[in-house]
């Protein structure tokens, strides 16, 4: 009941705040860009992509179309190679719509600064007083995309942040309880990628049912790796109608490059009107979505790649002793010399690990 007034609430508000956006004539929505077919029998149509075949799909597209129009795809439109792969994403992710972004890194900001522009547009005066902001309650080891888009959604005054401690449903708990904000949202990391760790999906679902609060996850390393059909954490833990706004890169489990914002239509709408982070970066190239869509296809068609990944955890587990929770497993070597010569020695015997050390590992700092 709870969760449903939380769900019914948000809603409301962003509801309340699109036809406000577009009284400020700032408005803004997709224009459909249909283009011929691609030659030598490689259309967009699934059916029509070949298995192993993503180049052929690029080559095919960029003889065809080249680069395809760039710029703002507000202003240059969307081509039906950018609608496909934004519709298989969606269906992913189970939600009913997607957006693509530039990057996962400009996904993320645009979602958190579309956010506090919430606040922004209820308040009469357009400067909200504290009891109007919205309260943003963020793992303390969340992505730097979360972190600088929240810090610049702070400083248009929309929104008050809380950092809650990494992993922590307990503190989140006692967090929430003590805030006095109405407008509450929750953002973490689904798999965080220094550490390897999986946030608490089934504790955060149901303090998503106690509190009412809009839950946005960023499955960037989960996506396509996690679940039965590759639909990330949220699957892998049968809380994907819990999610209200899932975040993802296509540079990881996809191999290749942008990001994506799966969410409600009206969320769609809100975003690609208030995160500017989308609406002035350039759409993706057309032969790269092609690709893209040919990757999504081949990731849900050939469900033994996921599988063969989950293999070499257990192999790599068993070889070492080390536990595996996912993909990402972090070794701690010591210096930052160390580290790098390590690295060294297992590239000249065959094995590509990437090493990390500061900036990088220091988040909040």
Not at 183 to 208: C, H, N, W, Y
Not at 262 to 286: D, E, N, Y
């Amino acid at each position: 009941m709870e969760m449903e007034i939380g769900k019914r609430s948000w809603d409301l508000w962003i509801e309340e705040a699109l036809p406000k956006v577009e009284s400020l004539n700032m408005f803004f929505a997709l224009r459909p860009m249909r283009l011929p077919t691609v030659k030598q029998g490689h259309e967009v149509e699934e059916e029509a992509i070949p298995n192993e075949d993503e180049y052929k799909i690029f080559q095919g597209a960029a003889a065809e179309h080249g680069t395809g129009p760039r710029g703002s795809p507000i202003a240059c439109g969307y081509t039906d190679y950018h609608i496909a792969l934004e519709t298989g994403l969606a269906q992913l992710k189970k939600k009913e719509v997607c957006l693509l972004c530039p990057t996962g890194f400009s996904a993320n900001m645009a979602v958190m600064v579309s956010i506090g522009n919430i606040a922004l547009l209820l308040s009469a005066t357009g400067k909200p007083a504290k009891e109007e902001k919205i309260a943003v309650f963020s793992d303390s080891l969340n992505h730097a995309s979360i972190v600088d888009g929240l810090q610049l959604a702070k400083q248009h005054g929309g929104v008050e942040i809380f950092i809650y401690k990494h992993c922590d449903p307990i503190h989140l708990d006692k967090l929430l309880t003590s805030c006095k904000l109405e407008k509450k949202v929750v953002v973490t990391d689904s798999l965080f990628s220094m550490d390897g760790d999986i946030a608490p999906m089934v504790e955060l679902a149901k303090l998503r049912k106690k509190h009412g609060f809009l839950l946005v996850v960023d499955d960037a390393h989960g996506s396509f790796v996690f679940g039965k059909n590759g639909g990330g954490v949220p699957e892998e833990f049968n809380c994907e109608d819990d999610v209200d706004i899932c975040i993802g890169t296509l540079s990881k489990g996809a191999a290749s490059l942008g990001g994506f914002i799966a969410c409600s239509k009206i969320w769609k709408q809100f975003i690609q009107s208030r995160g500017r982070a989308f609406l002035f970066s350039a759409a993706h190239p057309v032969p790269l979505a092609a690709a893209t869509y040919a990757s999504l296809v081949v990731a849900r068609k050939e469900s033994w790649r996921r599988l063969e990944v989950w293999k070499r955890m257990r192999e790599f587990q068993a070889l070492t002793g080390i536990p595996v929770t996912s993909q990402i497993i972090a070794v701690i070597i010591g210096s930052k010399e160390k580290t790098w010569n390590l690295n060294r020695e297992l590239l000249t015997s065959g094995f590509y690990v990437v090493p990390f050390g500061p900036p990088i590992a220091t988040i909040w700092r």
